[in-house]
């Protein structure tokens, strides 16, 4: 079951009142968007090409991407990459001619010799490679745009981070929530019907950094599971700088889980595969939803917060939010 199903009906008042998160028929919008990244000053930014004349002739004129050995060209010297050759069955996409093997031994020549920015240059990133060094910098660069942390469909949006919070609040109308400490209730009728699910994703910002909280329904195994855990929205070294909590109890039993929040690069699945948050099983979740069990009332409670080095001691101690 997908996001399509699913409503969040919430509170604001996070020290007083609990959110309360209804599963039910509803629709939603799918977002598949094609918007490209923002820059810090929500200037839209397409992919960075240094304007260079040597440049455009390492572009591949197929997929537009920067072309690495071996770089082929057909009789005519017109120029593709290795995995363009395959997808265009032989033939020069520029004169139709066959491409036979012929590399351009020149033109990768060239390319040694050149040193170009970082294409997120502009999302802040300082540094200059030699060519063929670039791209293996570029897949972990640190200033590259995320992926929307959206877990309700497949969203193709990315972008740096203040981007994506005004995406995820004016696109996919997540709740926004200021404050270090939460109170939710998930609520869902008939919950043995459910097999996997995922509610609505709720954005805490403190610290002045923004976290993503996760619920969700699945599958362990054989065993149906109901799921929470925190993601950090940045990089994996900064999250290690927070620690959070969860629980969920009633009628004198309760579950707590404590650990480091998952950084936004991480995608929402791979976390959830492995298993990395206050995991619930089914048979309990309904013994703390009391009642007769034919209905999920779920209450999630939660805190976050900083651990800073006691420089005299040497050891980390937590910075609580008022």
């Known amino acids: 079951m997908d996001i399509d199903s699913i409503e969040c009906v919430s509170s604001i008042d996070m020290d007083e009142d609990e959110i309360i998160h209804h599963h039910h028929h509803q629709n939603h919008h799918h977002f598949s968007s094609s918007k490209a990244p923002h820059n810090n000053n929500g200037v839209l930014n397409s992919t960075i090409h240094p304007a260079t004349s040597v440049h455009e002739l390492l572009e591949c004129p197929v997929c537009t991407n920067s072309m690495y050995p071996p770089i082929h060209q057909c009789r ?6 290795s995995t363009c050759k395959t997808r265009v069955q032989n033939r020069c996409p520029t004169c139709r001619q066959e491409l036979g093997d012929i590399r351009c031994l020149a033109l990768e020549k060239v390319a040694e010799s050149l040193e170009l920015p970082c294409k997120y240059y502009t999302f802040g990133c300082p540094e ?7 791209l293996k910098h570029e897949n972990i660069c640190n200033f590259r745009p995320y992926n929307c942390p959206y877990a309700g469909s497949e969203c193709s949006v990315t972008g740096d981070i203040p981007y994506l919070v005004a995406h995820l609040r004016d696109d996919h109308k997540v709740d926004m929530h200021s404050g270090c400490t939460f109170n939710h209730r998930y609520v869902k009728s008939n919950p043995r019907e459910v097999e ?3 509610w609505m994703l709720t954005v805490f910002h403190c610290f002045g950094q923004y976290f993503c909280l996760h619920f969700e329904a699945f599958q362990l195994g054989m065993a149906p599971v109901y799921m929470a855990f925190l993601r950090f929205m940045g990089d994996e070294m900064e999250a290690r700088n927070y620690s959070y909590s969860l629980e969920v109890g009633g009628y004198g039993r309760k579950l707590t889980w404590e650990g480091t929040p998952r950084s936004v690069r991480d995608s929402h699945r791979k976390v959830r595969d492995s298993h990395d948050g206050l995991i619930i099983q089914r048979n309990m979740a309904l013994f703390f939803s009391g009642g007769d069990r034919k209905e999920l009332k779920l209450r999630v409670t939660g805190r976050i917060w900083k651990e800073q080095q006691n420089l005299d001691a040497g050891a980390c101690i937590p910075n609580l939010c008022s």
Do not use: D, E, R, V
């Open 128 to 134: 200059i490679f030699p060519y063929y060094s670039k």
């Open 196 to 198: 996997n699910a995922t």
């Open 76 to 81: 005519n010297g017109h120029t593709l990459c």
